[in-house]
């Protein structure tokens, strides 16, 4: 299997252009000539998980989030990613990224399944499934199996996503029941949510005046860290890819959330 036969098959199941408009979803780095035969799974191409990609000599490096955003305009190997980009093209490793378009296909899904979300919702919706005719976008909104605590939900994050702490904005001991959850960076969901009558928000990046306000605004946020929700993407696309391509070899990679709290 080629390296164009893999990405066509991944793009059929998440296809490109349900990606934002911003994103840099796709092959970032290779030849589609290639072939492939093993594949290392990872959230970030960071020089640890590029350095594992040498050792393992894998084929294919394949993240969630793309080498970068905002475009390259010189490729020298003394920057940040001009040196990542030479790594791998020095070893004849591809780099393929699955953001936005994995988030609006199976990302928020998940994770709303994951929290047992009744009755979900797209939380942000960005366009209609094509089968189905169904709304589809950014995250869920939905009901917890049942009333609790800001307290109580933090605590259950933290024991789904295999998280060892939260950061919570807003009163502990408020009862909650109507849940939304957007995995990445959603303090630009905060509005979204309190329009869906969200009580809480459980994501990531949330800075010290988006908390406050949200609060102010009367919604509780629960942040469980960029890697904290995100990192689902790398057993997800490990079953999945075992489960479609019996014949490649796949790894998930030894690194994990990128900070400690200590």
């Known amino acids: 299997m080629t390296i164009k036969e893999l990405t066509h098959k991944l793009e059929q199941k998440f296809p490109l252009e349900k990606a934002e408009s911003w994103d840099n979803s796709g092959l970032q780095v290779g030849r589609k000539n290639k072939a492939v035969r093993k ?12 350095d594992e990609a040498v050792q393992w000599q894998a084929d294919l490096l394949l ?5 970068t955003l905002d475009g390259v305009r010189k490729i020298q190997a003394e920057t940040l990613t001009g040196h990542k980009i030479f790594s791998l093209i020095s070893q004849d490793i ?26 979900p919702e797209v939380l942000e919706v960005t366009g209609t499934d ?7 976008g950014i995250g869920r ?20 996503f295999a998280l060892d702490t939260v950061k919570i904005f807003g009163d502990l001991d408020q009862v909650i029941e109507r849940v939304a959850i957007c995995p990445g960076s959603g303090k630009s969901m905060i509005g979204t949510a309190i ?3 969200a009580q809480v928000i459980i994501t990531g990046d949330i800075g010290h005046h988006d908390g406050i306000d949200a609060v102010d605004q009367g919604i509780a946020v629960i942040d469980a860290g960029h890697y904290g929700l995100e990192h689902i993407f790398v057993d997800h ?7 479609q391509f019996p014949e490649l ?11 400690q709290v200590i």
């Open 195 to 197: 329009r869906k009558k």
């Open 130 to 136: 094509s089968k189905t005719g169904e709304p589809e």
């Open 237 to 243: 696309m490990a079953q999945y890819l075992r489960q």
């Open 141 to 160: 909104v939905g009901s917890l199996v049942r009333p609790v605590t800001v307290e109580e939900c933090a605590q259950i994050v933290k024991r789904i």
């Open 39 to 50: 594949v290392l799974l990872a959230l970030d191409a960071t020089d640890e998980v590029i």
């Open 94 to 119: 591809c780099h393929y990224a699955m953001h936005t378009n994995y988030d609006v296909v199976e990302m928020g899904g998940t994770a709303g399944e994951m929290m047992k979300l009744r009755q």
């Open 63 to 67: 993240t969630h989030h793309p080498l």
């Open 249 to 259: 070899e796949i790894k998930k990679t030894g690194s994990g959330n990128p900070f």
